[in-house]
């Protein structure tokens, strides 16, 4: 079997959306990450995190501040007995963006750069490929990556997305879904 990959964006669908996060002691984990990514990692899936992170951009926090906060998270997944393979963040933002930070790039969502770094990367079927997100931005960057589907958590977009998706409630769904569609 081709290699594959679970892809995550962080804010909304790892932890609650806080709004620039960049400290541990804002984190809170959304209920159910820990149980999908181990039955994804159970089923062969690697673990990649694809995030947006305007906050760099426009000079709330620094991306050695980011590179803090993702090893403290890694090291929340560890404990769980989940490997995070990949961590991939996009620092840039082309309206808001503070000198060098200010400018469009493949990586940034809906862009596919990210998610086309790590299939690069690790070997990965992007049409085996899995993602979940909470915007627009992530179900546009899946299908334009051509992955097998994509997830839309409710709650952000209120009147849905254009493209390919499955919406779902809780990342529970998401976890039932690979357990019934494994090949």
């Not at 081709?2 to 669908?13: C, I």
């Not at 049409?127 to 952000?156: K, P």
Request: proline share 3%.
């Amino acid at each position: 079997m081709a290699g594959r990959a679970l892809f995550l964006d962080r804010d909304g669908v790892i932890n609650h959306e806080v709004g620039y996060l960049h400290r541990a002691e804002d984190v809170r984990f959304v209920d159910g990450i820990f149980p999908l990514c181990r039955t994804a990692q159970s089923l062969g899936y690697r673990l990649i995190v694809v995030t947006n992170q305007s906050g760099i951009a426009r000079g709330y926090y620094t991306t050695g501040q980011f590179d803090e906060l993702m090893a403290w998270m890694r090291l929340e997944f560890e404990r769980e007995g989940i490997a995070l393979d990949a961590v991939y963040h996009c620092p840039y933002h082309p309206e808001h963006g503070v000198g060098e930070f200010r400018r469009e790039h493949e990586d940034r969502k809906p862009g596919a750069g990210m998610l086309r770094r790590g299939a690069a990367a690790f070997g990965l079927e992007l049409e085996e490929s899995v993602m979940v997100g909470d915007r627009c931005s992530d179900i546009a960057a899946a299908n334009t990556a051509g992955l097998r589907q994509a997830f839309l958590i409710a709650g952000t977009e209120e009147h849905g997305c254009s493209g390919e998706y499955l919406a779902v409630e809780t990342l529970a769904e998401v976890r039932s879904w690979l357990i019934e569609n494994p090949d």
